[in-house]
């Protein structure tokens, strides 16, 4: 299992996952082979992660109609069906790593996004406080989804807040 956090940190709610791929690695052991990737905006870049594993959970922020902090799980087969490949790079990166593993005639991965509304997407290094307020639901939608898939999430004793993440980039 690969969970691929990304999106742009740079531009406030963009960056969720980014941030949720980072406080799981960070605050979470795993029962079973777990392999976090900050892939941030390298989407077409990351065709090898698509090649090279059988399952992907994608953690992005989405741009559908509805509200703020909104969380929707969707499998790949279906992305292009919900509107995702309509704003970030990163979005079309992803979905083209898809699409070029199929035209190539080669096994495509379970893909999965966990997407997030977002609430504001300017230029600015942290969250909006809906997309915060909703991020425990979100990391915990993740936990669900790896439970599902036979993977058991047990906390670490040193846990990283959000807060910490947030200002961890900012120092970069």
Not at 15 to 23: H, K, L, P
Not at 81 to 96: F, K, M, P, R, T
Not at 101 to 116: N, R, V, W, Y
Not at 130 to 148: C, E, V
């Amino acid at each position: 299992m690969v969970i691929l956090g990304i999106g742009n940190v740079l531009q406030k709610d963009d960056g969720i996952g980014v941030y949720a791929s980072t406080f799981l690695q960070k605050n979470y052991n795993f029962s079973k082979p777990v392999k976090v990737v900050n892939g941030g905006v390298e989407g077409i870049n990351l065709y090898s992660i698509f090649e090279q594993n059988e399952h992907i959970l994608i953690l992005d922020s989405i741009e559908l109609d509805d509200e703020p902090a909104s969380i929707y799980l969707i499998p790949s087969y279906e992305l292009s069906g919900h509107g995702l490949n309509s704003g970030g790079a990163h979005e079309i990166g992803v979905l083209q790593c898809i699409d070029m593993l199929e035209l190539q005639g080669k096994k495509t991965p379970i893909a999965t996004i966990l997407g997030i509304i977002p609430q504001h997407i300017t230029f600015e290094i942290t969250l909006s406080d809906t997309l915060k307020n909703g991020f425990n639901n979100y990391i915990r939608t993740a936990l669900n989804y790896l439970a599902k898939n036979g993977i058991t999430a047990t906390k670490k004793e040193k846990v990283t807040t959000l807060e910490e993440i947030i200002a961890e980039v900012k120092r970069v």
